[in-house]
């Protein structure tokens, strides 16, 4: 009985660690980071769980972000983000990416930028 808790322990904490990476622009963009809406979806009985969530305006996304900013880089959203979408009680939630969805700090207002994701399916 031991054993078969830690080998759930351990494939729950794989799944932190190496969850799924989605960035969502924060408008209309073009291409693979298309925005502002996007939808995480589970398979059948299991679960989204939010594990990170910031605003990043740091890199260029083709498509998304074609000036840089740093001034609006790392800006923790997790706990904004699990408004919309509750962790572990939906199979899918669709995020908006929109900027005037997060607190974000004064000096980011009006910068394109996008969201960086990190969730798994529980």
Same mark, same amino acid.
Request: aromatic share 4%; glycine share 6%; net charge positive.
């Given at each position: =009985?031991?054993?078969?808790?830690? $080998?759930?322990?351990?494939?729950?904490?794989?799944?932190?660690?190496?969850?799924?990476?989605?960035? $969502?622009? %924060?408008? !209309? /963009? %073009?291409?693979?980071? &298309?925005?502002?809406? !996007?939808?995480?979806?589970?398979?059948?009985?299991?679960?989204?769980?939010?594990?990170?969530?910031?605003? =990043?305006?740091?890199? !260029?996304?083709? /498509?998304?972000?074609?000036?840089?900013? %740093?001034?609006?880089?790392?800006?923790?959203?997790?706990?904004?983000?699990?408004?919309?979408?509750?962790?572990?009680?939906?199979?899918?939630?669709?995020?908006?990416?929109?900027?005037?969805?997060?607190?974000?700090? &004064? !000096?980011?207002?009006?910068?394109?930028?996008?969201?960086?994701?990190?969730?798994?399916?529980?």
């Amino acid at each position: =009985m031991k054993c078969l808790a830690i $080998v759930i322990l351990s494939v729950v904490l794989l799944q932190l660690a190496y969850g799924i990476q989605s960035r $969502v622009c %924060s408008h !209309k /963009g %073009s291409g693979r980071y &298309r925005g502002p809406k !996007k939808t995480l979806k589970c398979p059948r009985g299991k679960k989204v769980r939010i594990a990170r969530a910031k605003w =990043m305006a740091s890199k !260029k996304l083709k /498509g998304c972000v074609t000036r840089t900013t %740093s001034r609006c880089t790392g800006v923790n959203v997790k706990r904004q983000l699990s408004r919309q979408c509750p962790s572990r009680k939906k199979q899918r939630c669709t995020i908006d990416a929109s900027p005037n969805k997060y607190k974000l700090p &004064r !000096k980011c207002k009006n910068v394109k930028g996008y969201l960086q994701i990190k969730w798994v399916c529980l």
